[in-house]
C-alpha cells in the first residue's frame, strides 16, 4: 500500500508538473483580473503539495495489515491486460474494418479467450449480439456508426 | 402559477402515452442495472445518453431519471439476496438485510426495503415539489461569489466522504479540476493543454470519461476477480409482506430517513450514499436495541433503503434551482438538459415549465411503477442475477464502446473511454476514487468562472467570499459538516465495510 501511494503520489506530481508548465504559457492575468492561466496554476501547484505530503505520509506510516493485491486474483491479471490491449485495438480498427467486423472480431475475443467460453458459444455469441446491436443502434436508433467494409 | 396549477401541468405532460412509456423504461432499466452489481447508473445514464437525442427533452430527462432512481431500488435487492450491493448506495444495506435472507426472512426484508423506498421517494417528491421553487427564487439572487462558495462546498463534502484517504480525494478532485480545463477558456478564448489536438479544444467529454472509469474499469476490475462466481442465496421467498411488528420497527426509521436523506440529497457533494450511511448510524444510536444491528435488525435495511431513495430525489434540487449537478450522476443530466438547449438553473422553472413540473410528476408516477414492478418481478431480478459474468461482461463493454462512439461520431471519444477505463481500473487498484475527479471535471469549469468573476467583483480580495452572507454561510456550513459526529459514524461503518468488501 505505501509503495502502491508512492507511484500514486508521483503520477499526481507529475501531472501537477504539466499543469504548471502548461500554465504559464497561457497569460495568468493578475489577482484583480485573472486570466486564462491563473486558476490552472493554483489547482496544479496544490496538487503538486498534496503529492509531496502523500508521500511522507507514506514513507512515515507504519506498514498497513495486508497489501493491496495488485493485477492478481489467481493469475488472472494477464486477462484484464489482455482485455485493454484487445481494446485499444478495437478502437484502431473500428473506422477501417467497420463496425460489423471488428465487434464481432472483439466480442470472440472477449468470450472465447477472457470469457472461455467454447468456440461454438463464442462464435454463436458473437454473431447474435452483433446482429441485434446493429439492428438496435443503427437501424432502430439511426446512430450513426462506421461502415468501414460494409 | 400556484402549486396546484403548476402540479397538473405536470400530470398533463406526464401522462402522454409516450412519456409513460419513458418513464417505465427508465425503472425498468434503472432497477435492471441496479440488481447487477459492476454497472452503476453513472455509466448505463452516459451509455444511453446518445440514444435520447432523438427524444423530446422531457422525454429524455423523465427516462434518465427513472434509471437514477430505479437503481436504488434494484441495488437493494443484490444486497439482501447475495451480499453484493448493486450500488454503492446499498453497500449498508448489506449488513442487516443479508443476515434477514439468512434467517429466512428475505422477503419481509425485500418488502420493507421497496415500502421504503417508495414511502421516501414519495416524500421527497412532494418535498422536491415544494421547496425547488423558493429555492429558484433565491437562487436568481445568486451571483459568482456565492456559486464559488456553494461549489466549494460542495467539494469538501465529497472530499469528506471519501472512503478512504481525505488527501487522495482532494487529489482526485484536483486532478478532476485540471482535466476540466482542457479546451478553449471560456473568457479569454486561449487554448490550455491541447497540444495541437483539434478534438481537445471542445475539453474532455465528460460522458467517454465516465462510461470508461464508472463502465469498462468496473468490468476489467471484475474479470480480474472473476465475478463470475457468484452465491446467490437459494432461499424460498414465501411472504414479501412484513407483519406487524416489522412495520412497527421501520416507520421511525423510514420517516427519519426520508427526511434526513432528502436534506443529505439536496447538498452538492452529499446524496444518496452519504444518506443510507448516515440513516445507519443514526437507527443504530435511536435503537433501543443496537445489539440486534448487524444480525439482521429491519430497522436496518427500512432506514437507509429509505434514505437513499430520499437523497436521489433531493438531489435534483440543486441541478433544477441553482444549474449545479451534486454529483456525477446529476452532472450526466445537466449534460442531457445543455444538449437540448436547456438552461439548467433558476430560470428553468419560469421558462420551461413543462419540463420541469413534467419530470418532478414522473417521479411520482415512476415511484408507483416501481413498487408495482418490484413485487412482483423480484423472482425475475434473482434470475438477472445468475446470469454468468462470462456472459454479461462483452455485452456491458459493447455498451460502451458504442455509448461512447454515438455521442460525437469520434472515434477518439471511443480512444479516450478505452484510456479512462485502464485509468479507472488502476485507480481502484490504488484506492484513488473517481467520484471526486470526475464532479472536479464537471465543477471546474463552473468553479473558474465563479472565481474568476468575483475576484473582477471585489478588485482582487478574497474577502468577497465571506463578506456576503450566503457565500459566508456556505463557507461556515463547509466548516461545520466537518464536525458533524453522526456523519463520522456513517463514514467510519463506510471504511469498516469496504475494507471488508475488498
Known amino acids: ?150 | 402559477m400556484g402549486y396546484g396549477d403548476s402540479i397538473l401541468l405536470g400530470f398533463s405532460v406526464c401522462l402522454q402515452p409516450i412519456n409513460l412509456f419513458y418513464c417505465f423504461i427508465g425503472v425498468f432499466i434503472g432497477t435492471l442495472i441496479g440488481v447487477l452489481p459492476g454497472v452503476g447508473p453513472v455509466a448505463t445514464i452516459s451509455m444511453l445518453l446518445p440514444a435520447t437525442f432523438k427524444m423530446s427533452p422531457v422525454g429524455a430527462i423523465i427516462m434518465l431519471a427513472g434509471i437514477y432512481y430505479g437503481a436504488m431500488y434494484g441495488g437493494s435487492t443484490t444486497s439482501i439476496l447475495v451480499n453484493i450491493p448493486g450500488e454503492t448506495a446499498s453497500v449498508v444495506t448489506c449488513l442487516d438485510g443479508y443476515q434477514m435472507a439468512r434467517q429466512g426472512r428475505a422477503g419481509p426484508a425485500l418488502g420493507i426495503a421497496a415500502f421504503g423506498s417508495f414511502i421516501a421517494g414519495t416524500f421527497s417528491v412532494v418535498a422536491l415539489t415544494f421547496v425547488a421553487p423558493p429555492l429558484a427564487t433565491i437562487a436568481i439572487r445568486f451571483g459568482p461569489p456565492e456559486y464559488f462558495s456553494l461549489l466549494v462546498l460542495g467539494l469538501t463534502l465529497l472530499i469528506y466522504l471519501a472512503h478512504g484517504s481525505m488527501i487522495k480525494a482532494l487529489m482526485m478532485a484536483c486532478v478532476g479540476l485540471l482535466m476540466s480545463f482542457i479546451g478553449l477558456d471560456n473568457i479569454s478564448g486561449f487554448e490550455r493543454f491541447t497540444y495541437g489536438i483539434a478534438t481537445l479544444e471542445d475539453g474532455l467529454g465528460l460522458v467517454p470519461v465516465a462510461v470508461g472509469v464508472f463502465g469498462l474499469g468496473e468490468v476489467l476490475s471484475n474479470i480480474e476477480e472473476s465475478a463470475g462466481k457468484r452465491e446467490i442465496f437459494q432461499a424460498k421467498i414465501s411472504s414479501l409482506l412484513p407483519n406487524r411488528q416489522d412495520w412497527k420497527d421501520s416507520a421511525m426509521p423510514i420517516v427519519r430517513g426520508s427526511v434526513m436523506g432528502f436534506i443529505l440529497g439536496i447538498l452538492p457533494g452529499g446524496g444518496h450514499v452519504l444518506a443510507s450511511f448516515a440513516s445507519y448510524a443514526m437507527e443504530k444510536r435511536f435503537s433501543k436495541h443496537p445489539e440486534r444491528f448487524g444480525r439482521g435488525a429491519i430497522e436496518g435495511v427500512a432506514g437507509p433503503e429509505s434514505a437513499n431513495n430520499a437523497g436521489a430525489g433531493g438531489q435534483f434540487i440543486p441541478l433544477l434551482t441553482l444549474g449545479i449537478p451534486a454529483s456525477p450522476v446529476m452532472a450526466l443530466m445537466l449534460g442531457a438538459l445543455v444538449i437540448f438547449g436547456l438552461q439548467p438553473g433558476a430560470l428553468l422553472m419560469t421558462r420551461n415549465p413543462d419540463l420541469f413540473w413534467g419530470v418532478i410528476v414522473s417521479m411520482y408516477l415512476g415511484n408507483i411503477m416501481l413498487l408495482v414492478l418490484n413485487l412482483p418481478l423480484i423472482g425475475l431480478w434473482v434470475r438477472v442475477l445468475r446470469v454468468p459474468y462470462p456472459f454479461l461482461f462483452p455485452l456491458i463493454v459493447l455498451f460502451c464502446l458504442i455509448g461512447a462512439y454515438s455521442i460525437n461520431n469520434n472515434i477518439f471519444d471511443v480512444f479516450i473511454m478505452v484510456l479512462f477505463g485502464i485509468i479507472g481500473y488502476l485507480m481502484k487498484k490504488v484506492r484513488f476514487e473517481a467520484a471526486p475527479m470526475l464532479l472536479g471535471m464537471v465543477l471546474g469549469l463552473m468553479m473558474e468562472e465563479a472565481l474568476r468573476q468575483s475576484l473582477i467583483m471585489s478588485g482582487g480580495s478574497f474577502q468577497i467570499f465571506v463578506t456576503r452572507p450566503i457565500s459566508a454561510g456556505f463557507i461556515i456550513a463547509a466548516l461545520v459538516l466537518l464536525a458533524i459526529p453522526a456523519i463520522r459514524g456513517g463514514k467510519k461503518i463506510l471504511v469498516a465495510k469496504l475494507t471488508e468488501n475488498e
Open chain 1, 1 to 150: 500500500m505505501q509503495r502502491l501511494d508512492k507511484i500514486g503520489s508521483v503520477v499526481c506530481l507529475v501531472i501537477a508538473g504539466i499543469a504548471l508548465w502548461q500554465s504559464v504559457k497561457v497569460p495568468m492575468g493578475s489577482i484583480r483580473q485573472p486570466g486564462p492561466g491563473f486558476l490552472p496554476f493554483w489547482v496544479g501547484l496544490i496538487l503538486a503539495l498534496l503529492s509531496a505530503v502523500l508521500w511522507f505520509q507514506a514513507s512515515f506510516r507504519k506498514p498497513a495489515g495486508e497489501p493491496v493485491r495488485f493485477l492478481s486474483g489467481e493469475g488472472k491479471w494477464p486477462y484484464v491486460v489482455a482485455a485493454g490491449f484487445a481494446l485499444l485495438i478495437y478502437t484502431f480498427l473500428l473506422e477501417p474494418l467497420g463496425f460489423i467486423i471488428s465487434t464481432f472480431l472483439l466480442l470472440i475475443f472477449l468470450l472465447r479467450v477472457i470469457g472461455k467460453q467454447n468456440w461454438w458459444v463464442g462464435v454463436t455469441g458473437s454473431i447474435l449480439v452483433t446482429f441485434f446491436t446493429h439492428l438496435i443502434f443503427k437501424v432502430a436508433l439511426k446512430v450513426q456508426l462506421p461502415r468501414g467494409l460494409f
